[in-house]
């Protein structure tokens, strides 16, 4: 990476189709007369050679009109809002869409709400950015293809490995920005530049207070979703952050820090994020978690798991050496996740034997054969079921006939 050329040839990290892609929107572009820019995470990271696919396309005029012009060249359909002068450009023949954006600045009525947008060069939507090294666009219609516009010096920075405000009051304006800043240090190994880290004080962190629980929580998820999360939730447990967000958010337990980088072993779902905010909140009392959801704007599924894995832990000393069909009676209504990060905190060893067993355990017999017996249908119907379920789990039926037998004892105690 050099910082002197102003042409970017090496576009070799590119899919060769998104290449094609890019150049097809470009020539449109250039027959409009649009001047069309790459913008954002797509430069830093063609820049810093790192493979990059998602565009953040910036047309300097009308993204709508642009969008039109594109449906009609190509198909596909067009989805405008008029309001952001945006559109969506659903691409024909695939189920792909692309964001077509109109450069524009922002103007912020109150620190941490959302900006008013209005239309304006491109080298003003790169003003309004958040770090210089996202503050970089590559114009691409016609013969500008390649053109790095840089008013703010970010390439240099990302040489330097270097993250930087553009303002003193980027982070008051938004303090999204704050964790934004922390996942780049613990993505790129960047360092926060002095004055910048100094911009994350009292002031700035103040402001988190106001922010929407669906936006801080969006902000944590992407955190866990990282390769580096729990160098980020150090830093930003040290920070101060978690305070701002809710007075009873722990620092993340450094013992815990091994398993968010897990490795499948189950057929379970996993997802980084759950198991994240699993572990993190597993050891406060109840009536902590549920306030702390509710500030995060959990889904009612989220917070279930979230709460489960809390009393299953608690639970835990009382359940050890039961029987396989007392931990099932225990387990059965809890989520699947829940239980196996218990177990990955715990290593009870009838939590794995749970998952990876004993929730597949049926008896042979079931709901039609009772009926065939001329058993009416009831609660006595699952009462029977589940004690033929529990002696197969606890080693007291060792074949079919066995449970044949025991259903006739049981059908003559109804
Ligand atoms: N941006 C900003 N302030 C924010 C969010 C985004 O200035 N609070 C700008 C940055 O220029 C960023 C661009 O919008 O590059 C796109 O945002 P996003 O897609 O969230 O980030 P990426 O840069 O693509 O980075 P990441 O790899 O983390 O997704």
Redesign the pocket.
């Known amino acids: 990476m050099t910082t002197g050329s102003r042409f970017i040839t090496d576009f070799g990290l590119i899919l060769p189709e998104r290449l094609d892609l890019l150049k097809q929107i470009a020539s449109v572009a250039a027959s409009q007369s649009l001047p069309l820019f790459v913008?954002?995470?797509?430069?830093?990271?063609l820049l810093l050679h790192h493979s990059v696919n998602?565009f953040?396309l910036v047309v300097e005029g009308d993204a709508i009109h642009f969008g039109n012009a594109l449906v009609r060249k190509y198909g596909g359909k067009l989805t405008p809002h008029q309001k952001f002068h945006t559109a969506i450009w659903h691409l024909p023949n695939t189920s792909e869409t692309l964001d077509l954006i109109t450069a524009r600045k922002e103007t912020y009525l109150a620190p941490g709400a959302l900006p008013t947008v209005t239309p304006a060069t491109m080298e003003d939507d790169?003003r309004?950015?958040?770090?210089t090294v996202?503050?970089m666009a590559i114009r691409i219609d016609g013969g500008h293809f390649g053109e790095l516009l840089d008013p703010l010096n970010g390439r240099a920075d990302l040489e330097n490995k270097i993250i930087r405000v553009l303002h003193p009051k980027s982070f008051v304006e938004?303090p999204?920005?704050i964790f934004?800043a922390i996942?780049?240090e613990g993505?790129y190994s960047f360092t926060l530049e002095p004055a910048t880290l100094s911009l994350i004080n009292s002031e700035s962190i103040s402001v988190i207070m106001r922010l929407s629980g669906e936006r801080i929580r969006h902000e944590l998820d992407?955190v866990f979703e990282e390769e580096n999360s729990s160098q980020m939730l150090l830093r930003a447990g040290k920070l101060g952050l978690f305070n701002a967000i809710h007075p009873k958010l722990p620092m993340f337990n450094p013992d815990y820090f091994v398993f968010l980088e897990i490795d499948p072993i189950l057929d379970i779902p996993m997802s980084r994020m759950e198991i994240g905010y699993m572990l993190w909140f597993m050891d406060l009392m109840e009536d902590d978690i549920l306030s702390i959801a509710r500030r995060l704007d959990f889904s009612s599924d989220m917070t279930h798991s979230v709460w489960a894995v809390s009393q299953l832990k608690k639970s835990l000393p009382f359940l050890v050496n039961s029987r396989p069909s007392v931990w099932s009676l225990a387990l059965e209504n809890l989520p699947l996740l829940s239980i196996y990060v218990v177990y990955l905190v715990s290593r009870e060893s009838a939590l794995l034997d749970y998952l990876s067993i004993w929730r597949h355990v049926k008896p042979h017999t079931t709901g039609d054969d009772l009926k065939a017996r001329g058993l009416t249908p009831g609660p006595r119907f699952g009462e029977i079921l589940s004690q033929l379920r529990a002696a197969w789990l606890d080693g007291d039926l060792e074949s079919a006939q066995q449970e044949q037998d025991m259903l006739e004892r049981l059908i003559k105690l109804n």
Do not use: E, I, M
């Open positions: 913008v954002g995470g797509f430069v830093r990271d998602d953040d790169l309004r950015r958040d770090f996202n503050a938004d999204t920005r934004r996942r780049y993505r992407l």
